[in-house]
């Protein structure tokens, strides 16, 4: 912030491009070949095959699957076929059981994800609230292109339309959307911007503003209509600053585009539970399956110290987190064939003001048990105690900025252009 050192390492992996529009906010808590192809992840919705739900017995469940048992668990005080002696109950670890793994792992720390607000759609502050100079992040940045090449490109204005669904104001949507999705691949993808820039204005030097005055009077269509809804003002000074809440929201809506590596066996990363009510009868409430969560754990944080992103509340609301470190215990009961595991893991938190720097650590302790076939391989697991009502959704695990926009992010903010004004040449090397 030992299973065998690894779990079976055939997995096949493509790379996907992955499109979210998801949000949320942390209040709610409850190998071998690959290819490139695209994949839509739908509004607020991973998507994966309806019929791929979990079978009735691990076997099943198992046949499935298409990566490999997980083996080379070590069994402390055991055999291949059962306990090496008869003192298999200890008060340390109740009837039963003999010590079993431990295990962590962590990202990098010059990879350390950073924290920052998830920009919430109702309020919609991207387009309308002012860090300095009395403009908004994509007023700033269309004041910038403006003054560069007398074009405005009409990014405060798209993102202010209610039919992008990026401003919820005159719909009163849900509280917890917004742009925590493309806040955590920025996080994990991008070095953090930790001071203030000043970018220089052009020839056409000028301030522009939405000429609208609160987010719940945008219409549907702003801009589109052939409408100007823009002020332009006389640019005060030679520069345009971008203060570190300004550089993070443009981050943060560059990266609702993003490419994210998915899998052969779309149930390893889990799939959106989309209902108010929990339902452990419910696959989709039930998975991420421990088994796969802590497969992924190991794969990425501990064999190759890269962070992923975890949706962390199993419930409706959608609420993504970075996590970049995990430790695991376990206590081994060879008469059942399980591990009991605990494993606590590390979550970036958002931010506590806009321009705050660093990363904001939250912790949250689940609890599993893993179930093992006759040779010691992993086949199952189940989340128990009130893990079963508070445990990660899905995961996914950005790569890159996605270059061709889906219409997720804003598609007049160019990523390329907002790169290079914020001086960047890409993102980090994972």
């Known amino acids: 912030m030992a299973?065998?050192?690894?779990?079976?390492?055939?997995?096949?992996?493509?790379?996907?491009?992955?499109?979210?529009s998801l949000g949320g906010s942390f209040m709610s808590r409850k190998g071998r070949g690959s290819r490139t192809f695209a994949v839509a992840l739908a509004l607020a919705c991973l998507l994966v095959p309806a019929g791929a739900v979990c079978a009735q017995t691990p076997a099943d469940e198992w046949g499935r699957d298409d990566i490999d048992p997980y083996s080379g668990l070590p069994r402390?005080?055991?055999?291949?076929?059962?306990?090496?002696?008869?003192?298999t109950t200890s008060p340390q670890y109740g009837a039963g059981g003999v010590a079993g793994f431990t295990q962590n792992g962590q990202v990098r720390q010059e990879n350390m994800p950073w924290?920052?607000?998830?920009?919430?759609?109702?309020?919609?502050?991207?387009?309308?609230?002012?860090f300095s100079q009395g403009l908004s992040p994509l007023e700033k940045y269309d004041s910038l292109v403006y003054s560069n090449w007398g074009r405005n490109p009409g990014a405060a204005a798209w993102e202010a339309d209610p039919q992008n669904k990026h401003n919820d104001a005159p719909q009163q949507g849900v509280d917890w959307a917004g742009h925590c999705?493309?806040?955590?691949a920025a996080a994990i993808l991008e070095p953090e911007p930790k001071a203030s820039i000043r970018v220089p204005v052009g020839q056409y030097a000028a301030f522009l503003k939405l000429n609208i005055a609160h987010p719940s009077y945008a219409r549907s269509g702003l801009w589109?209509?052939?409408?100007?809804?823009?002020?332009?003002?006389?640019?005060?000074?030679?520069?345009?600053?971008?203060?570190?809440?300004?550089?993070?929201?443009?981050?943060?809506?560059?990266?609702?585009?993003?490419?994210?590596?998915?899998?052969?066996?779309?149930?390893?990363?889990?799939?959106?539970?989309?209902?108010?009510?929990?339902?452990?009868?419910?696959?989709?409430?039930?998975?991420?399956?421990?088994?796969?969560?802590?497969?992924?754990?190991?794969?990425?944080?501990?064999?190759?110290?890269?962070?992923?992103?975890?949706?962390?509340?199993?419930?409706?609301?959608?609420?993504?987190?970075?996590?970049?470190?995990?430790?695991?215990?376990?206590?081994?009961?060879p008469n059942q064939g399980k591990y009991a595991v605990t494993t606590t893991v590390y979550f970036t938190d958002y931010g506590r003001g806009y321009n705050d720097v660093g990363t904001n650590v939250t912790r949250q302790t689940?609890?599993?048990?893993?179930?093992?076939?006759q040779q010691g391989r992993i086949q199952w697991g189940e989340w128990t105690g009130s893990s079963?009502?508070?445990?990660?959704?899905?995961?996914w695990i950005p790569t890159q900025l996605a270059r061709s926009g889906n219409g997720y992010a804003n598609t007049a903010l160019d990523p390329r252009f907002a790169q290079y004004l914020m001086g960047r040449n890409g993102g980090r090397q994972q």
């Open 115 to 130: 924290s920052g607000v998830w920009w919430p759609r109702k309020p919609c502050e991207l387009a309308f609230m002012g």
């Open 76 to 87: 402390t005080g055991t055999t291949a076929t059962g306990p090496a002696d008869a003192s």
């Open 388 to 395: 079963q009502y508070n445990h990660p959704d899905f995961i």
């Open 224 to 333: 589109r209509d052939g409408q100007d809804d823009y002020r332009y003002y006389r640019a005060s000074g030679q520069s345009i600053e971008l203060t570190v809440a300004d550089q993070k929201g443009w981050l943060c809506e560059m990266y609702m585009d993003v490419n994210c590596q998915q899998f052969e066996n779309r149930d390893l990363l889990g799939r959106r539970y989309n209902s108010p009510d929990p339902n452990l009868q419910d696959p989709s409430y039930r998975d991420i399956y421990p088994h796969y969560f802590h497969y992924l754990l190991q794969a990425f944080l501990k064999n190759r110290q890269q962070a992923f992103v975890c949706e962390v509340d199993p419930g409706f609301p959608v609420n993504n987190h970075p996590l970049f470190k995990y430790d695991s215990t376990s206590v081994y009961y």
């Open 3 to 20: 299973i065998g050192e690894t779990f079976s390492s055939r997995l096949r992996s493509r790379q996907k491009v992955s499109r979210f």
């Open 366 to 373: 689940y609890t599993y048990d893993l179930f093992l076939d």
């Open 181 to 184: 999705n493309g806040l955590a």
